[in-house]
């Protein structure tokens, strides 16, 4: 599903949790301000997991690292998948199968 709104700055995102949490209603805030209520009640409760007053979800630096693992993940599958084709081939070429033990 396509987003119809980019992103939105982490510095305007920190602002309006701020607003909430000094006793800003997510309701007000979202008649104020663009994002809808529930967006506005997703800020407050990642902020309140990256502030450890939660444990019902991971932290941004979780999100962040897993996501970068999931991308590094599926590089190395992407190469192996390579590395093995090309050994497939010039094993194909020179009429050999390489042995399975590797003296490296």
Same mark, same amino acid.
Do not use: C
């Given at each position: ?16 949790? #701020? %607003?909430?949490?000094?006793? $800003?209603?997510?309701?007000? @805030?979202?008649? +104020?301000? /663009? ?29 962040? #690292? %897993?996501?970068?693992?999931? $991308?590094?993940?599926?590089? @190395?599958?992407? +190469?192996? /998948? ?23």
């Amino acid at each position: 599903m396509p987003r119809t709104h980019p992103a939105y700055p982490p510095e305007y995102r920190q602002q309006i949790v #701020e %607003l909430a949490l000094v006793g $800003r209603s997510p309701i007000e @805030l979202a008649r +104020e301000f /663009e994002p809808s209520e529930q967006t506005i009640r997703d800020w407050i409760k990642q902020a309140e997991i990256d502030a450890g007053e939660r444990h019902d979800g991971i932290t941004t630096a979780e999100r962040q #690292e %897993l996501t970068r693992l999931r $991308r590094e993940n599926k590089q @190395l599958h992407l +190469e192996r /998948e390579i590395l093995a084709k090309a050994a497939a081939w010039f094993a194909r070429e020179t009429d050999s199968i390489p042995s399975r033990s590797s003296s490296s």
